[in-house]
């Protein structure tokens, strides 16, 4: 119990520092110091590793060897890649630590390392694609620690819906802490599932007569945003900075398709969380994967692209249950990962989805 109390007073500790630096940025805006912002995100991953860790530590707590049924079967799979390791890694998980040279490196200078495409074809996706054989496969498969999208997307992949597979994600929600998503959850009695806004955008230009066309010309873009801190407009940019085409890009959002790279661009926007400013519910996550497949499909139909491109701003139980529900759709997607400097986005996974 000690350990308990000492978790919770250094999350009540850096809770109110995290606050008091929120309130400076507030006043200061775009002029906040660097060194304030840094703190902020480092603070919030900290945050992040203390929840879990506390969280453990409870649901140990809690066991006791007089319960009168048999609990649901539960394999615990806790992935690491970005921020401060804990202080231990469950007993009774799977563990990939996947953060270090070569993989996943976020050094404090920024920006960002993700690993190559031949690390994650020939070391991590193995790993990830061994993991039904290492599982019970007897209830609910439940994913814990900081994972990369990308990673969150190729897991929920591994275990598809198609598959049976129970899906569980801790979400760190900020505010809240800890919370357990399940990609099955369904919405509250009287609530109506939220549903992705839909915008997508066809190249009007012909076909790049350059030689040679870009490698991307015949392939499609998704971009899928539910944080309530990042713009669609922005990420689109930023997507674009990526293919060489950051103003063509942003121009699209006003109906001027000039873009060359790639033959269209569907973005998927959560506006209850993008424009409501608020974080998604565990339920709107699921609901939002579920029926977004429907959207892909009509993507897919009208563009006809030869392999997709995928860029998240979501949070990581939502990328996960993007990977667990796309399982049908037949293409190759390239999924990307968010590490800051000039292109902004760097080549992560590539998965056949089928």
């Known amino acids: 119990m000690a350990d308990i109390q000492h978790i919770k ?21 775009i002029n906040t110091a660097p060194e304030k912002l840094i703190e902020i995100e480092d603070i919030e991953a900290e945050l992040e590793v203390l929840q879990v860790e506390l969280k453990n530590l409870e649901s140990a707590a809690s066991v006791t060897s007089a319960a009168s049924t048999t609990p649901t079967k539960v ?39 993700s690993p190559d495409a031949a690390t994650w074809r020939n070391i991590l996706l193995p790993e990830l694609f061994d993991l039904p054989q290492k599982i019970s496969g007897e209830g609910l498969v439940r994913l814990e620690g900081r994972c990369a999208l990308s990673t969150g997307f190729a ?114 926007e959560a506006e209850a969380a993008t424009q409501a400013k608020r974080q998604l519910e565990g339920w709107e996550a699921a609901s939002l994967a579920e029926s977004s497949c429907w959207l892909l499909k009509d993507f897919i139909d009208q563009v006809k692209p030869e392999n997709l491109h995928l860029f998240l701003a979501v949070p990581v139980g939502l990328a996960v249950f993007l990977g667990h529900y796309w399982d049908t759709i037949k293409r190759n997607v390239y999924c990307y990962e968010e590490v800051g400097g000039e292109r902004v986005y760097a080549p992560a996974c590539e998965l056949w989805l089928s």
């Open 9 to 29: 007073k250094m999350i009540t500790t850096k809770t109110r520092r995290l606050q008091k630096l929120r309130e400076q940025q507030a006043l200061t805006g």
């Open 75 to 113: 394999d615990l799979i806790h992935i690491h890649n970005w921020g401060q390791r804990p202080a231990k890694f469950p007993k009774e998980a799977i563990v990939l630590d996947w953060n270090g040279e070569g993989k996943f490196e976020d050094p404090l200078n920024r920006p960002r390392k």
């Open 155 to 268: 897991f929920g992949h591994v275990f598809k819906v198609k598959a049976r597979y129970r899906l569980e994600v801790a979400q760190f929600v900020p505010g809240k802490g800890i919370e357990y998503w399940a990609a099955d959850q369904r919405p509250p009695v009287g609530s109506q599932p939220p549903q992705f806004v839909q915008r997508l955008i066809q190249r009007t230009r012909p076909a790049p007569t350059q030689e040679p066309p870009p490698q991307t010309a015949n392939d499609g873009v998704v971009i899928v945003n539910a944080l309530t801190k990042s713009p669609s407009t922005a990420i689109v940019r930023d997507v674009g900075s990526y293919f060489g085409e950051t103003e063509a890009f942003g121009q699209s959002l006003s109906g001027e398709s000039q873009f060359q790279a790639v033959k269209g661009i569907l973005i998927l």
